[in-house]
Nanobody, 124 residues
Framework: QVQPVESGGGLVQAGGSLRLSCAAS????????VGWFRQAPGKERELTAT????????YYADSVKGRFTISRDDAKNTVYLRMNNLKPEDTAVYYC?????????????????WGQGTQVTVSS
């Protein structure tokens, strides 16, 4: 059993930065990909960024490309999402999820364990 636990969310002004962390309790993230998803009020959950098992491959949604960076530290069993130049449209609950595969999976169906989410609010 793996329980991803997100932290680092909060309220920030437009143009500001946050770093989200996702730590795994129970089994580790070693050997599998990890993804960050987000869900804004009234919208469907969407993929934000993913990273492969060894960090060699990453994927970003077009809306965050160039502003967000996903990284992982397997020694700490933690995956990060650095978010720069935040915009009001980035406001959402951000979820971390563990993939069933080694790749930077883009489909939510490839993820089996999900965290409870952390709220990010960007004010204009």
């Amino acid at each position: 059993q793996v329980q991803p636990v997100e932290s680092g969310g909060g309220l920030v002004q437009a143009g500001g930065s946050l770093r989200l962390s996702c730590a795994a309790s129970g089994r580790t993230f070693t050997g599998v990909g990890v993804g960050w998803f987000r869900q804004a009020p009234g919208k469907e959950r969407e993929l934000t960024a993913t990273i492969s098992s060894r960090g060699a491959s990453t994927y970003y949604a077009d809306s965050v490309k160039g502003r967000f960076t996903i990284s992982r530290d397997d020694a700490k069993n933690t995956v990060y999402l650095r978010m720069n130049n935040l915009k009001p449209e980035d406001t959402a609950v951000y979820y971390c999820a563990r993939s069933m595969y080694t790749s930077a999976s883009r489909s939510a169906r490839d993820y089996d364990y999900w965290g409870q989410g952390t709220q990010v609010t960007v004010s204009s």
